[in-house]
């Protein structure tokens, strides 16, 4: 919406740049993608999830990565007559190009892992195997670790503090739930759990 009509918003119509148009295709697909993995991809061990669950999750995408993101990276700083963005690396085609690349490296990858975890689970079952292929041999969680390299992209792209903010914030929480999720799959599974296994970061943690 901001990106549309935010001239009202910004007190003038916006002229976008080339990053202002790529970032809200970026993130338009991010979020397109999530919704038909939600649909058609993921099966969950729980049928439902706590009611407060959707106001915390709710908040968290539409502040965080709705308003709070948006609302600067549509604005007249990344817009094309910007002195933020001409003849700056934020306005070079090849470096655009370079990080669009990288983000939908990512987004493929993350994809992958995804169709994986689905095949270790048969419909209608809460069954739990570990997990092998590509992307884990050397992590637990590296659909984690793909949606955190597309958002560091975005946030490299764009040089936004929001974007590196969001980011940390989702290196929080995906940094607690991979530290449980890890627990149990040890709990579960013992030594047969790859031991030389990372959680979400290759090499790091």
Request: aromatic letters at 20%; charged letters at 15%; one cysteine or more.
């Amino acid at each position: 919406l901001l990106y549309f009509y935010g001239g009202a918003v910004y007190g003038g119509p916006v002229q976008h740049s080339q990053l202002q148009k790529w970032v809200c295709a970026m993130i338009t697909v991010h979020f397109m993608k999530r919704e038909l993995e939600t649909l058609f991809v993921h099966r969950f061990s729980h049928a439902t999830m706590p009611w407060y669950n959707i106001f915390k999750n709710s908040a968290h995408y539409w502040i965080t990565s709705g308003f709070a993101l948006a609302y600067p990276l549509y604005g007249p700083t990344y817009a094309a007559d910007s002195p933020y963005i001409k003849s700056t690396i934020h306005d070079d085609p090849r470096f655009i190009y370079a990080c669009f690349a990288l983000f939908v490296y990512a987004q493929i990858s993350n994809f992958a892992t995804h169709i994986t975890l689905r095949n270790l689970r048969p419909p209608g079952t809460k069954r739990r195997a570990i997990p092998y292929g590509y992307g884990f041999t050397w992590l637990s969680f590296p659909n984690y670790w793909f949606e955190i390299l597309a958002w560091g992209t975005i946030a490299l792209l764009t040089g936004s503090y929001v974007s590196y903010i969001f980011l940390g914030s989702m290196l929080y929480q995906m940094g607690e739930w991979a530290i449980k999720k890890q627990r149990a799959y040890k709990k579960e599974f013992g030594k047969a759990y790859p031991p030389e296994r990372k959680l979400m970061i290759p090499f790091i943690f």
